[in-house]
């Protein structure tokens, strides 16, 4: 299992409490991927999830982390987010409120924290709507990016 803090062990358990709850089964496979995306620093493919999970969990397979990260993605513990010319899916776990940014260019996703208007609660009085999730994109490109193209001109 990957070694959470305490505050990350905190999230962990109130997800899992959320499947006990659904009576969803909570298999070993599912601990470790939910704990791997509490964990991450980065916004990983399920091939990446699969491929630094495999050697601790050699039964896992690619088809399960793509199933577990769906049922994830469902209720609404982590987003997925598309980079624009690129066919891979990323995966962001939800645990607290920020705004990806996204560059054009390389396709690198950063974090930005920052404390958000309750844009939900605006958008659902403005349209009648009852919001079931927001996600936040910002495309830019990135300052390395910007190096590299300063640099061929």
């Known amino acids: 299992m990957i070694d959470l803090t305490e505050e990350l062990e905190v999230e962990y358990q109130a997800v899992l409490a959320h499947f006990r709850k659904k009576h969803s089964r909570i298999t070993e496979s599912r601990k470790a991927i939910l704990a791997y995306m509490i964990a991450a620093n980065h916004h990983p493919s399920a091939e990446q999830v699969y491929k630094d999970l495999s050697f601790k969990y050699p039964s ?49 996703i950063s974090d930005l924290e920052v404390e958000l208007p309750d844009i939900a609660h605006e958008v659902a009085s403005q349209t009648g709507y009852h919001i079931t999730k927001s996600q936040f994109l910002i495309y830019g490109i990135c300052e390395n990016c910007q190096k590299e193209q300063e640099e061929r001109l």
């Open 60 to 108: 896992l397979s690619l088809a399960t982390v793509y199933n577990n990260l769906r049922v994830l993605v469902d209720e609404g513990f982590v987003t997925e987010i598309k980079v624009t010319n690129d066919k891979t899916t990323y995966f962001d776990y939800k645990g607290h409120d920020h705004i990806n940014v996204i560059c054009e260019n390389c396709g690198k």
